[in-house]
């Protein structure tokens, strides 16, 4: 896995895992919980793995997007489940900038002469 590709998978790994460290600690303390909180994480786990796949039409804006979300996210919850979910965030942003490299560094068809008609 090269290009971010690694770094998102690990982004989405992370947020899924944090979404359920906060459900068994909700549950624990016989509270429910925020429901805008659980699916922000689970969004931000889904946009990393799509992000994660090779074939991905779009993988840095959407790697952004999850980044954002989960430093939004992190920094909602810094004082309790915070601190592992500004750490995806940030892999997230990281994996953006290095899916952002696999353009330049992959000839186009143009590049190889292969046009096609």
Same mark, same amino acid.
């Given at each position: 896995? !090269?290009?971010? &590709?690694?770094?998102?998978?690990?982004?989405?790994?992370?947020?899924?895992?944090? @979404?359920?460290?906060?459900?068994? +600690? =909700?549950?624990? /303390?016989? !509270? #429910?919980?925020?429901?805008?909180?659980?699916?922000?994480?689970?969004?931000?786990?889904?946009?990393?793995?799509?992000?994660?796949? &090779?074939?991905? &039409?779009?993988?840095?804006?959407?790697? =952004?997007? #999850?980044?954002? *979300?989960?430093?939004?996210?992190?920094?909602?919850?810094?004082? $309790? +489940?915070?601190?592992?979910?500004? *750490?995806?965030?940030?892999?997230? =942003?990281?994996?953006?900038?290095?899916?952002?490299? @696999?353009? #330049? $560094? $992959?000839?186009?068809?143009?590049?190889?002469? /292969?046009?096609?008609?």
């Amino acid at each position: 896995m !090269n290009s971010g &590709r690694l770094w998102a998978a690990v982004t989405a790994a992370i947020a899924l895992l944090m @979404d359920g460290v906060y459900l068994w +600690i =909700i549950h624990e /303390q016989g !509270n #429910s919980p925020a429901i805008w909180f659980v699916a922000g994480l689970a969004v931000a786990a889904l946009l990393a793995g799509y992000g994660a796949m &090779r074939a991905a &039409r779009g993988r840095r804006p959407v790697l =952004i997007a #999850s980044g954002v *979300l989960l430093l939004g996210l992190g920094l909602v919850g810094i004082l $309790t +489940i915070g601190l592992p979910i500004v *750490l995806a965030g940030v892999l997230a =942003i990281v994996a953006a900038t290095r899916a952002g490299h @696999d353009r #330049s $560094t $992959t000839p186009g068809p143009a590049a190889t002469g /292969q046009i096609p008609s």
